[in-house]
């Protein structure tokens, strides 16, 4: 209980320092538009599409920060199911295929395969996994999800980390360099770390040798489904 109220403590911490940048340039752009009524039309029409950019930024991370302060308890029984993780990925898939904006191909090996988990969690995880390999694959590149035993594994053809972003690369708020001037919250893959561990899994982060970032996540051992 004590470790539980250290972490939930750290999160208020951590989540104050990181919304006073949203909300200090939220306040500024909404000062400039009181003060300057007499700002030219295109000049208003731009303030107002930054606005609406960093109210759905905040809206995100709030969001993000929301479910890491609820989901940091291990799964319940009540949340537990038997899930078919390959059924699950490939709806995960086809929501980000229907993304607008992207011209990426999506390639899948899904094993048929049943693990016990909460699903709108285990949900929540796989797109966000889906969602850091679709950031970093440019147009034209390819993203491989794979599912074998229990494991999902998602390649991208991306530049790959960093070796000084590795270490941190699922802790909360970090965001790497070259992802300063991206949308993200910088929580996406703390959520996915967070996920695995309520359910006594892992995930892994490495670079593949020709190129492109490698993520595994791993859940405790799963079953073929008893209709093969």
């Not at 303030?47 to 905040?58: G, K, V, Y």
Request: charged content about 30%.
């Amino acid at each position: 209980l004590e470790r539980s109220v250290g972490a939930q403590r750290q999160l208020v911490a951590d989540a104050s320092h990181e919304l006073r940048t949203p909300i200090t340039s939220l306040r500024t752009n909404i000062e400039t538009l009181t003060r300057r009524p007499e700002m030219p039309g295109a000049d208003r029409e731009r303030l107002l599409a930054d606005l609406n950019s960093e109210l759905t930024e905040l809206g995100r991370m709030v969001d993000d920060i929301v479910d890491l302060a609820r989901d940091g308890a291990e799964a319940s029984p009540a949340e537990l199911t038997e899930v078919r993780l390959d059924e699950l990925v490939a709806a995960c898939v086809d929501r980000a295929r229907r993304r607008p904006g992207g011209d990426v191909m999506i390639e899948t090996s899904l094993e048929p395969r049943v693990v016990v988990a909460a699903p709108e969690r285990l949900d929540r995880a796989i797109g966000n996994l889906l969602d850091n390999a679709l950031k970093w694959t440019p147009p034209g590149g390819t993203i491989s999800v794979v599912v074998e035993d229990a494991a999902v594994t998602i390649i991208d053809s991306g530049p790959g980390i960093d070796a000084e972003d590795l270490p941190h690369i699922f802790d909360r708020f970090y965001r790497a360099p070259a992802a300063r001037g991206t949308p993200g919250s910088g929580l996406g893959l703390a959520i996915v770390k967070q996920v695995a561990e309520t359910h006594k899994g892992s995930v892994e982060a490495g670079n593949e040798p020709g190129g492109g970032a490698r993520f595994a996540f791993h859940l405790p051992a799963g079953e073929p489904p008893a209709d093969g």
